[in-house]
């Protein structure tokens, strides 16, 4: 009777804490099965460029963005690159990059996000404690307006220097893909053609400078919003039309209550799928 009653109080304290357990995050693959970040890592490891699709605002996942990094940067060579860094600040970066300029003189010449600070520094001093290349793939956000408001078309007023910022034109588009319907879909009478469009410019731009930047047996990790690369889409299907072997593996973003399983709608929606408790802390 005494092992029966030991076993039961056993039984009942275990489940006490598997109840109180709390998770803030939980992986899978496209097909919902769940996956442990080791599986990830050595996914990353084989591959020729990770997009990390992230929420800007998302603690969790600028967390774990710093982790696969300096994981995988312990076990290939690597380098990093985001959408938050824009092509004409490269050479601000670089002079970051190799101590030519200092935190402050950064902040006033690069057009640095307003979470730059909490969520995408220690990448950057990341990469340049560890003297790793760090490329700044956005199209700067004034030609971007400028396709929001002429279509591709304004972009050939630039200058042959401009033109070195963005990818090469013209660019192929194709606005039936689901992705720029469905953003049209959601800006309802707010939309225009045009709006897609400068989306694509920047998948198109941040695609460019990624294959432009890539080495031989060397991971290259690009860290974007999950809109730009869910689904395969955006910045993932302009790497496919400038090399189309190119090896890929993408990780979407969701935020959700639930941590067991994923809904039918986020498969495939990229090779890995990073689920976040939606009551995470935001940093902005």
């Given at each position: 009777?005494?092992?029966?009653?030991?076993?039961?109080?056993?039984?009942?304290?275990?489940?006490?804490?598997?109840a109180q357990e709390k998770k803030a995050y939980q992986l899978f693959d496209k097909n919902g099965k769940k996956?442990?970040?080791?599986?990830?890592?050595?996914?990353?490891?084989?591959?020729?460029?990770?997009?990390?699709?992230?929420?800007?605002?998302?603690?969790?996942?600028?967390?774990?963005?710093?982790?696969?990094?300096?994981?995988?940067?312990?076990?290939?060579?690597?380098?990093?690159?985001?959408?938050?860094?824009?092509?004409?600040?490269?050479?601000?970066?670089?002079?970051?990059?190799?101590?030519?300029?200092?935190?402050?003189?950064?902040?006033?010449?690069?057009?640095?996000?307003?979470?730059?600070?909490?969520?995408?520094?220690?990448?950057?001093?990341?990469?340049?404690?560890?003297?790793?290349?760090?490329?700044?793939?956005?199209?700067?956000?004034?030609?971007?307006?400028?396709?929001?408001?002429?279509?591709?078309?304004?972009?050939?007023?630039?200058?042959?220097?401009?033109?070195?910022?963005?990818?090469?034109?013209?660019?192929?588009?194709?606005?039936?893909?689901?992705?720029?319907?469905?953003?049209?879909?959601?800006?309802?009478?707010?939309?225009?053609?045009?709006?897609?469009?400068?989306?694509?410019?920047?998948?198109?731009?941040?695609?460019?400078?990624?294959?432009?930047?890539?080495?031989?047996?060397?991971?290259?990790?690009?860290?974007?919003?999950?809109?730009?690369?869910?689904?395969?889409?955006?910045?993932?299907?302009?790497?496919?039309?400038?090399?189309?072997?190119?090896?890929?593996?993408?990780?979407?973003?969701?935020?959700?209550?639930?941590?067991?399983?994923?809904?039918?709608?986020?498969?495939?929606?990229?090779?890995?799928?990073?689920?976040?408790?939606?009551?995470?802390?935001?940093?902005?």
């Amino acid at each position: 009777m005494k092992r029966l009653i030991s076993a039961i109080l056993f039984l009942w304290i275990s489940n006490i804490g598997i109840a109180q357990e709390k998770k803030a995050y939980q992986l899978f693959d496209k097909n919902g099965k769940k996956v442990s970040y080791v599986k990830l890592l050595k996914a990353a490891e084989k591959t020729q460029v990770v997009l990390f699709g992230e929420y800007h605002n998302n603690a969790i996942a600028h967390w774990l963005e710093l982790e696969l990094t300096k994981d995988l940067a312990q076990k290939k060579k690597v380098i990093l690159g985001a959408e938050m860094l824009e092509a004409d600040n490269q050479k601000q970066l670089d002079q970051y990059l190799n101590g030519e300029i200092n935190q402050k003189q950064l902040d006033s010449t690069a057009r640095l996000w307003s979470n730059y600070k909490t969520d995408y520094k220690p990448l950057v001093d990341f990469a340049k404690e560890n003297k790793l290349t760090f490329i700044a793939t956005n199209i700067p956000r004034r030609f971007a307006s400028i396709v929001s408001k002429k279509g591709f078309e304004g972009l050939d007023a630039l200058t042959p220097e401009e033109k070195l910022w963005i990818a090469p034109l013209p660019i192929e588009f194709d606005a039936n893909l689901p992705g720029y319907v469905n953003m049209m879909k959601m800006m309802g009478d707010h939309a225009s053609p045009n709006m897609p469009k400068a989306q694509a410019i920047k998948d198109a731009t941040m695609a460019y400078f990624i294959q432009k930047n890539l080495k031989a047996d060397t991971v290259f990790i690009h860290y974007n919003g999950t809109y730009h690369s869910d689904n395969f889409e955006g910045i993932g299907w302009y790497l496919k039309k400038y090399v189309s072997d190119i090896e890929v593996i993408t990780i979407a973003t969701v935020e959700q209550n639930d941590l067991e399983k994923i809904m039918p709608e986020d498969y495939n929606k990229g090779d890995y799928i990073l689920v976040i408790d939606e009551d995470v802390t935001k940093t902005h």
